[in-house]
């Protein structure tokens, strides 16, 4: 009874029987009948048709109230009793962007099956603003990104400090240079990110709060990833910021770091998760092995220096 309630929940908040039944890998008929068994359970109606979507009877309503209730209670008295003689096993999936998605995580996913072998992983990596959007979607247990999101129904929590760092090929004319002033690189050619990213947005709050924006600079290129940065970067395109992280978990062979004077860009990445909604045991058991690496550094050095 308590997975038709959960079952019917998520028709709920889905408004669409697809949308659960892709989710769960199951056929649509299958959930179909699936409500149509706890309607039979209960003798009552609590769907009907209303337009191409549905709406709640008013029993409906009062069922969905009390079955949102017993999932909460459920979870919780999973979480009390579970001790040493839960079964941790299944797979958490974990949205990320690309920093954390590429250079932490895995070392972070390593060391967490090292406790729990038993648990798989899935990690799904883009921008930020698509991770949220998956968060949102329940398409991934939680994810770890470059922005903040704290909204009605997302909230975020810190995790750690990164440092973008200025990088240029070994080519360049400004390679040579140790500390450059920020007009200096209005004429020559960046790379940068896509919009969404967090890399981006932190990019042009730093700049914001110079009083300039990306329109300043001369951008030649707007690439997808990190690496699609480094590579750029690489062959002389132009120069970019990199995420102290990702050089230093990388070859720089070709790449020289330099200081922008009075310029720091600084920014956090985040555990990012859906507000009031628990994670299962598995997953709120890894999101609790992450977030204790913000106070212990997890074996990452926190990065605190200015550009």
Known sequence: MLDLMRLFCQVV????????ARKLGISQPAVSNQMRALEEKLAVKLLYRKGKSFALTPEGETVYRHALRLNDEWTELIREIGGSERVMNGKVHIGASHIPGEYLLPIYIASFRKL????????????????????????????????????????????????????????????????????????NPMIIREVGSGHRRALEEALMNLGLDLNDFNIALEVGSTEAVKNAVRTGIGYSFLSKYALESADKTGLVCANVKDFCIERGFHLLSRRNKPLTIIANECYNYLAIQKSEGGGQQSIKASI
Do not use: H
């Open 13 to 20: 908040e889905e408004q669409s029987f697809t949308v659960v």
């Open 116 to 187: 729990y072998p038993d648990i798989k992983f899935k990690l799904s990596i883009g921008d930020s603003l698509e991770m949220a959007d998956k968060v949102l979607a329940q398409e991934v247990d939680f994810a770890v990104v470059g922005a903040v999101f704290d909204t009605e129904k997302l909230t975020s929590e810190f995790w750690l400090k990164d440092e973008l760092v200025f990088v240029t090929s070994c080519d360049c004319t400004m390679s040579s240079l140790r500390n450059i002033d920020i007009n200096t690189l209005k004429e």
